[in-house]
């Protein structure tokens, strides 16, 4: 099949084209699928986006009697490092403090929780096209 030039410039163009889905959408798109990616692993979700006056946390679920909380982070490039790499460490300490409160509210302050990353690549169409999962990563 012959393509004309406008054709092909087209295509090209819509390659290289970036995303315009919002960082909203796009995190949306990436919890969406962490979650499924998850529960296909065989994690119990029990939360999502779960606020208190302290912060959030994206995701709160159970695996072998563990209670795990998990970052999910995104990146579309690692050029200025993984997703996994832009938890600092005042973000960890604030996914600990409300880690904390989501224990006291439910209850569960003798269980063992752990601390999960989920690092998603997004392609430049916005989808997700790798999961990196870092059990216990903090």
Same mark, same amino acid.
């Not at 889905?21 to 962490?34: F, P, Q, R, Y």
């Not at 959030?56 to 072998?64: A, F, L, Q, S, T």
């Given at each position: 099949?012959? =393509?004309?030039? *406008?054709?092909?410039?087209?295509?090209?163009?819509?390659?290289? %084209? +970036? $995303?315009?889905?919002?960082?909203?959408?796009? &995190?949306?798109? &990436?919890?969406?699928? %962490?979650?499924?990616?998850?529960?296909?692993?065989?994690?119990?979700?029990? %939360? =999502?986006?779960?606020?208190?006056?302290?912060?959030?946390? *994206?995701?709160?679920?159970?695996?072998?009697?563990?209670?795990?909380?998990?970052?999910?982070?995104?990146? $579309?490039?690692?050029?200025?490092?993984?997703?996994?790499? $832009?938890? $600092?460490?005042?973000?960890?300490?604030?996914? @600990?403090?409300? %880690?904390?409160?989501?224990? &006291? #509210?439910?209850? #569960?302050?003798? @269980?063992?929780?752990?601390?999960?990353?989920?690092?998603? @690549?997004?392609?430049?169409?916005?989808?997700?096209?790798?999961? *990196?999962?870092? +059990?216990?990563?903090?």
């Amino acid at each position: 099949m012959i =393509r004309s030039r *406008d054709q092909q410039e087209q295509k090209i163009s819509n390659k290289q %084209a +970036p $995303s315009v889905l919002s960082k909203v959408d796009l &995190g949306k798109i &990436g919890e969406d699928a %962490a979650v499924t990616w998850l529960q296909a692993k065989g994690m119990l979700v029990l %939360a =999502r986006n779960y606020r208190c006056r302290i912060g959030e946390i *994206d995701i709160v679920g159970e695996m072998d009697g563990i209670l795990v909380v998990v970052e999910v982070r995104g990146r $579309s490039s690692d050029l200025w490092g993984t997703a996994a790499e $832009s938890i $600092s460490y005042k973000k960890r300490k604030k996914i @600990r403090q409300v %880690a904390s409160v989501y224990l &006291g #509210q439910h209850d #569960q302050t003798d @269980r063992i929780c752990r601390f999960d990353v989920l690092s998603l @690549r997004y392609s430049p169409a916005g989808n997700v096209e790798e999961i *990196d999962w870092i +059990p216990d990563a903090f």
